[in-house]
């Protein structure tokens, strides 16, 4: 087993059991969604909202672990297995980390939950960024375009510029500390207007390669 792979499970494994100690505890609906400003707007039996963010977890390792070899182009993978491996981490550290702030929550404390969220997308986004730079084209893993796709000059410029612009976004993501009533558009506008523009640049990158 690798190292990410071992670590995921240990996060896995915590999440159940914080999870199990937890549970008598809590009321039978717990706030386990709030919206744009931080208030919460949705709730979940406490089964659920204990039990289902480790499930998520659990459900991303398996597609983490398959991806890589399930992939016909798995030796491309391999080309960036390092910053695949460290993504994989880190995603699983967000998952659980929004899963003890819906505990503290849940348990008494109260804050914004958009404002705490913003370094764990921050964080994120970067190491998005990081990987998706340095990633070779492959089925699973990056900006997926039919022109990405169809070229490998094309997924290479597509890469490096959209790996800038999620770190970028990434920086921008830390604004929602200092500014928690705009926190969910500081977070998420910079990756909608990033995932946008690439795909119309590898569109326009294709277009032009095929003219040559």
Same mark, same amino acid.
């Given at each position: 087993?690798?190292?990410?792979?071992?670590?995921?499970?240990?996060?896995?494994?915590?999440?159940?059991?914080?999870?199990?100690?937890?549970?008598?505890?809590?009321?039978?609906?717990?706030?386990?969604?709030?919206?744009?400003?931080?208030?919460?707007?949705?709730?979940?039996?406490?089964?659920?909202?204990?039990?289902?963010?480790?499930?998520?977890?659990?459900?991303?390792?398996?597609?983490?672990?398959?991806?890589?070899?399930?992939?016909?182009?798995?030796?491309?993978?391999?080309?960036?297995?390092?910053?695949?491996?460290?993504?994989?981490?880190? =995603?699983?550290? %967000? #998952?659980?980390?929004?899963?003890? *702030?819906? +505990?503290?929550?849940? !348990?008494?404390?109260?804050?914004?939950?958009?404002?705490?969220?913003?370094?764990?997308?921050?964080?994120?986004?970067?190491?998005?960024?990081?990987?998706?730079?340095?990633?070779?084209?492959?089925?699973?893993?990056?900006?997926?375009?039919?022109?990405?796709?169809?070229?490998?000059?094309?997924?290479?410029?597509?890469?490096?510029?959209?790996?800038?612009?999620?770190?970028?976004?990434?920086?921008?993501?830390? =604004?929602?500390? %200092? #500014?928690?009533?705009?926190?969910? *558009?500081? +977070?998420?506008?910079? !990756?909608?207007?990033?995932?946008?523009?690439?795909?119309?640049?590898?569109?326009?990158?294709?277009?032009?390669?095929?003219?040559?």
């Amino acid at each position: 087993m690798r190292t990410n792979e071992l670590t995921i499970t240990a996060v896995i494994l915590l999440s159940f059991i914080i999870g199990a100690y937890f549970y008598p505890a809590m009321p039978d609906n717990i706030a386990s969604h709030w919206n744009a400003v931080g208030e919460v707007d949705g709730y979940l039996p406490k089964f659920w909202s204990l039990f289902l963010m480790p499930l998520v977890i659990t459900v991303s390792m398996l597609c983490i672990v398959l991806i890589p070899r399930v992939d016909p182009l798995k030796a491309n993978i391999e080309k960036f297995r390092r910053h695949y491996d460290a993504f994989s981490v880190i =995603l699983a550290l %967000f #998952f659980f980390y929004l899963y003890i *702030l819906t +505990i503290l929550w849940n !348990v008494g404390m109260k804050f914004n939950m958009m404002q705490l969220m913003a370094p764990a997308f921050a964080v994120l986004f970067y190491y998005t960024g990081v990987m998706i730079e340095n990633s070779k084209k492959n089925w699973f893993i990056g900006i997926r375009t039919p022109w990405t796709l169809s070229s490998e000059k094309v997924w290479n410029k597509t890469h490096k510029l959209g790996g800038k612009l999620f770190k970028a976004a990434g920086v921008i993501a830390l =604004l929602g500390i %200092f #500014f928690p009533s705009y926190a969910f *558009l500081i +977070i998420v506008v910079p !990756v909608v207007v990033v995932a946008a523009y690439t795909a119309i640049y590898s569109y326009l990158e294709y277009n032009k390669e095929t003219r040559r």
